[in-house]
């Protein structure tokens, strides 16, 4: 029920920040396969096309090839920090969490390993679990706009919609431009029945040169929210066929007709399974 909405709403929410949480972790070999040097080539070379893989979104022969490379070395960490990435790129979300606990074992204060938990953790759809971690990483990362985000989306998960929306707004301040950031506040806004404001973060980035379908349908959906269907589905032929907007409007109003807001509204999603990866 109501997964033709935007589609998938409740997980748009989940995971509209995390482009950027693991994104870019791959640095360069620094000799940490010790003494083997006949075989050292060979495995920087491997790692090597790991990483073009991991940068090019292959992130299946990603992961083939560096835990091949982490049964060549089990201590390295960078490559299991590297694996569990991959992993959850993959939907592996488990094995990442394993993968990156392995990295914690070695670096207690892994920032990148805390916040792959936490983010395998809302992809499994355990937020009050994720905020363990999360807590752990804004204790280390205090002015980090991924962090923040990521506990906005953790309490918008749980239901916390004034503490998501302060944590998104903190993110805002420390980097104006982020449009992942803006999209879940907006996305968040609607869910509490904040329209006029959700309707005014969302369409200031909605019809930009980088803005994305899902952005235009939290737009359409917070239009829909507020009882204006002709703008809502005026918005959503920009990228839905027409059956699906039609679908979406007649679910716009049996969620107005139903009264659901705020962690109410939230309940009606719970039943989703599939998370898109990112809002970019």
Do not use: W
């Not at 309490?155 to 998104?168: C, H, P, T, V």
């Amino acid at each position: 029920m109501f997964s033709k909405i935007i589609p998938h709403l409740r997980h748009v929410m989940l995971l509209g920040t995390f482009a950027v949480v693991l994104g870019g972790c791959v640095t360069p070999l620094t000799g940490q396969f010790g003494d083997r040097s006949e075989e050292s080539p060979k495995l920087a070379a491997n790692l090597s096309v790991a990483n073009s893989a991991q940068e090019a979104g292959d992130y299946r022969t990603a992961v083939r090839i560096y835990k091949n490379l982490l049964d060549a070395n089990s201590n390295n960490m960078d490559v299991a920090e590297k694996l569990g990435t991959a992993l959850f790129e993959i939907g592996a979300y488990h094995d990442a969490i394993s993968t990156f606990k392995l990295v914690l074992a070695s670096d207690h204060d892994n920032v990148s390993a805390i916040m792959g938990i936490g983010r395998s953790l809302l992809a499994l759809h355990s937020p009050d679990q994720s905020l363990v971690y999360l807590g752990r990483a804004r204790n280390l990362a205090p002015q980090s706009v991924t962090v923040l985000a990521a506990m906005g989306v953790a309490n918008d998960g749980i239901g916390e919609s004034s503490k998501a929306q302060m944590l998104y707004r903190k993110a805002l301040e420390i980097d104006p431009d982020g449009t992942g950031v803006k999209s879940n506040l907006g996305l968040s806004l609607a869910l509490s029945g904040d329209y006029d404001e959700a309707i005014e973060v969302l369409t200031d980035i909605a019809f930009t040169a980088d803005s994305t379908a899902r952005m235009r349908q939290n737009l359409s959906f917070a239009y829909g929210m507020k009882g204006d269907f002709t703008a809502a589905a005026l918005i959503a032929r920009t990228d839905l066929p027409e059956m699906e907007v039609q679908e979406n409007i007649k679910y716009f109003k049996l969620i107005r007709k139903s009264g659901a807001t705020g962690p109410k509204l939230g309940m009606l999603f719970d039943n989703e399974n599939s998370i898109p990866a990112d809002t970019h």
